[in-house]
């Protein structure tokens, strides 16, 4: 079965920067779409960036876009989510997830996820 363990999460100041890894099992990501979305209290799930399958296209959301880069080590079928500049309005629990097609409007699995808190 496919299983996606993020980690990286962590507590910083405003403008700090994290670095968020997702290990992967059962899925290759260099053949699927890979992707992240975060979940704050009391908001609806907020699609971050998603790299398609062959990476033929990369997208990010708008709220950070210039401030997120996701990445991926084939040798370690990992999937990263750079974060820099981060504000409170980052502060969210972060998913690794995989999409049975990068236009996929939901994932089709995701991991536990991980907590990021950034004060002010």
């Known amino acids: 079965q496919v299983q996606l363990v993020e980690s990286g999460g962590d507590s910083v100041q405003t403008g700090g920067s994290l670095r968020l890894s997702c290990g992967v099992s059962?899925?290759?990501?260099?053949?699927?779409?890979m992707g992240w979305f975060r979940q704050a209290p009391g908001k609806e799930r907020e699609g971050l960036a998603r790299r398609c399958r062959g990476g033929d296209a990369t997208y990010y959301g708008d709220s950070v876009k210039g401030r997120f880069i996701i990445s991926q080590d084939s040798a370690k079928n990992t999937v990263y989510l750079q974060m820099n500049n981060l504000k409170p309005e980052d502060t969210a629990m972060y998913y690794c997830?995989?999409?049975?097609?990068?236009?996929?409007?939901?994932?089709?699995?995701w991991g536990q996820g991980t907590q990021v808190t950034v004060s002010s």
């Open positions: 059962g899925a290759t990501v260099s053949a699927n779409s």
């Open positions: 997830a995989v999409y049975s097609t990068c236009a996929a409007s939901y994932p089709q699995k």
